[in-house]
């Protein structure tokens, strides 16, 4: 059973940073999708960033040059690094993982993980 715990959450103004982590335990993929997703009040959840265990990233347009995933397998720690935040970054962020074929990026659409974690809130104010 997987199981994904997020951390780092919390209140920033704009323009600031905040990191975001997720520690990952009963993994047994060797090859594996990992990333962030995110649902703001009243918005569909959205992917945000996701990484391959050959180290590929994936990201949204809308956080592309902003934000940075990375993983530190010796902690097995998934990472969340955001910059120059905005308000419309304000949601409940969301840590997932999925075992990977490897032919294609990892996706950043929800039916393509089947393991949550449960959440971390980020609020952006401006």
């Known amino acids: 059973q997987v199981q994904l715990v997020e951390s780092g959450g919390g209140s920033v103004q704009a323009g600031g940073s905040l990191r975001l982590s997720c520690e990952v335990s009963?993994?047994?993929?060797?090859?594996?999708?990992m990333g962030w997703f995110r649902q703001a009040p009243g918005k569909e959840r959205e992917g945000v960033a996701a990484?391959?265990?050959?180290?590929?990233?994936n990201y949204a347009d809308s956080v592309k040059g902003r934000f940075t995933i990375s993983k530190d397998n010796a902690k097995n720690t998934l990472y969340l690094q955001m910059n120059s935040l905005k308000p419309d970054d304000t949601a409940m962020y969301y840590c997932?993982?999925?075992?990977?074929?490897?032919?294609?990026?990892?996706?950043?659409?929800?039916?393509?993980?089947?393991?949550w974690g449960q959440g971390t809130q980020v609020t952006v104010s401006s």
């Open positions: 990484l391959d265990s050959d180290g590929d990233a």
């Open positions: 009963g993994y047994t993929y060797s090859s594996y999708c």
């Open positions: 997932v993982a999925e075992g990977w074929a490897g032919y294609r990026m990892c996706g950043l659409e929800v039916w393509e993980y089947n393991n």
